[in-house]
């Protein structure tokens, strides 16, 4: 009796202490479960938004087999400078041009790798970018179609690219581009410039014209520009037209180096002597100037002296200068010291846990000290941008530092909400809308107009589920119009706003179009039936990412991602090319939120 009592009064117990256990588990839940419901303030919901971005925390030890971490991480110990910053030799298309138009003009040719380098800035049939492995823009066709036709390496599909830039003529006979849905001067006069290296013209040649002729009685040309623009569609110009065009010149010409720029001075001769004007009086002008350490001016210097058929003299000192300073890997190397690199480069060591690595205190005091009131340039203390200041924040938030100019990058913020609400162009208005709301998630600020931001973005939404012009839809325009709709979308629910689903919305459509743009190699275009690259491939991984899907094929992605990787560690932008400090941060990034989709397969 006694032992059954005691098997009784024990399983009581049992069913007692499950019955609590149960009970707590439940309360537990409930109180869970309504924290979920019960809205959040501003900066909580932020900081909830910034805890759940996988690409602003640490991931030790997660994409090892992918890559060889080690050897990436000793090679950014390496290059990490006694003041803080990461200091990378890596070509871009800027100082590529310069030191290029000086070979050209002295008739030489750079290395085969620099050869290989130039053909790599070719972004199928749409144009060229800044670099090997980024998205194209006409303004860096400008500088990269010229590249090719100086040293004679042919434009794969020639017809093609000459098609599509001739496709952005407007109705009014100016020219917009990838970026802009309408036409502006610089797009109009970059395009017909790439038409004229192309062997090209605008569909419509008297529309140009007239367009740049307005350009120019509206003041928003120079006469050096107004004339080379319209000599490039193969204008007449009549006898008084040139006349009045060289008194101008001579007019704003002081032919003086101590006074001007070369560059001027080229421009003033080379316009006189396309009006067959005598330029021999103005000869003795630059006779005794001497190269410097500087590619712009050389190349003011040597093209002035092609004027006059002399750049004999000068032809050893130059081609040696530009030997100096070209890169063994291809390209040419520049002096600036970038803050995305570094922001990049301290956020890829952070996502592979290996921030300690680094001397992270002396990265965060350099981004400090080279700021400005309103948040961070491009380069140190130059224009504000709103790119470097989201990232170079990101910085400093996950190095636990204090962001010291926030009322400066508010009221930056809040002035530019105004101006992207009006903002016609896809480009201008789909990046800058989402920096700004990666800027309000960072400083965790009340957001404004919301709802009216989210209507511009969906306004660059198309048929095809892609985000971009009217009739291009572009993998970089469907990341930013993805990431604004995500975080506004975020935000508003967990502070318990009503609003309409819109991510939901646009996810079918979106991940579709998306899906498409993956190559059979792995990677993705800038758009459908481009090759692939390292930034949109990125961009394209990063939107379905945060739209809850998965590329048609993850594994495929993966390996055409890890085969970037070069002998000192880092990633390229393409295979032919040498690693890069931003194309690494993108590639480590895609390659945690595709190991992601992966485990969730």
Known sequence: ??????????????????????????????????????????????????????????????????FDEENYVSYVKKIQTDEGYFLHDSPMVYETFEFSEILNCIGERP????????????????????????????????????????????????????????NFQKDDGGFASIINSFSTVEDTLNTINILSYLGGKPKDVEGATRKIKSYYQTNKIDVFKYAEALENIGYNFSKE???????????????????????????????????????????????????????????????????????????????????????????????????????????????????????????????????????WGGLPHSSTYHVYTSNAIISLRISNKTIPNRDGILNRVENEVSR???????????????????????????????????????????????????????????????????????FLTYRGIPHENWLEKIKEKTANWLRSDQNADGGFGVTTGQPSNMQSTFLAIRSLYLLGERPSDVDKAIRWIASHQKEDGGFSGTLTTSSDLLFTYYSVGSLIMLDEMKGGA
């Open 111 to 166: 290395t085969d790798n620099t050869i290989n380098y130039i053909k790599s800035l070719q972004v199928g049939t749409i144009g060229f970018a800044e670099t090997s492995g980024e998205t194209p823009w006409t303004s860096k066709a400008n500088l990269g179609v010229p590249l090719f036709v100086w040293f004679g390496v042919p434009v794969e599909k020639k017809d093609g690219v000459i098609s599509f830039f001739q």
């Open 241 to 375: 037209e040139r006349v009045g065009l060289i008194q101008k010149i001579n007019s704003l010409c002081k032919f003086d180096p101590k006074s001007e720029t070369l560059e001027k001075i080229f421009n003033c001769l080379k316009t006189l002597q396309d009006f067959d004007e005598d330029i021999e009086k103005y000869k003795f002008l630059t006779e005794n100037l001497t190269i410097r350490n500087d590619a712009y001016f050389n190349s003011a210097l040597c093209k002035i002296n092609k004027l006059y058929n002399s750049t004999n003299k000068l032809h050893d000192d130059l081609l040696s200068f530009v030997r100096k300073n070209e890169l063994p890997q291809g390209g040419f190397k520049s002096d600036s010291t970038y803050v995305l690199e570094n922001s990049f480069t301290q956020q890829t060591m952070f996502l592979l846990g290996r921030l300690n690595d680094i001397d992270n205190d002396k990265l965060t005091e350099w981004l400090l000290s080279v700021r400005n009131d309103d948040g």
């Open 1 to 66: 009796m006694k032992s059954l009592k005691h098997r009784i009064t024990k399983k009581n117990r049992l069913k007692l202490f499950v019955a609590v256990s149960l009970g707590l588990v439940a309360v537990c839940l409930f109180i869970y479960f309504s924290n979920l419901r019960k809205p959040l303030t501003v900066e909580e919901a932020w900081q909830r938004i910034y805890d759940e971005d996988t690409l602003i925390k640490p991931h030790p030890n997660k994409i090892k087999e992918y």
């Open 420 to 490: 992207e609400l009006v903002d016609n162009s896809n480009y201008n208005a789909l990046r800058g809308i989402k920096e700004i709301f990666d800027r309000w998630m960072l400083i965790k600020e009340e957001p404004k107009d919301v709802e009216k931001l989210v209507g511009k973005v969906l306004s660059f939404w198309n048929k095809d589920g892609g985000f971009g012009n009217p009739d291009f839809s572009y993998a970089y325009a469907t990341e930013w119009g993805v990431r604004s709709i995500y975080m506004a979308d975020r």
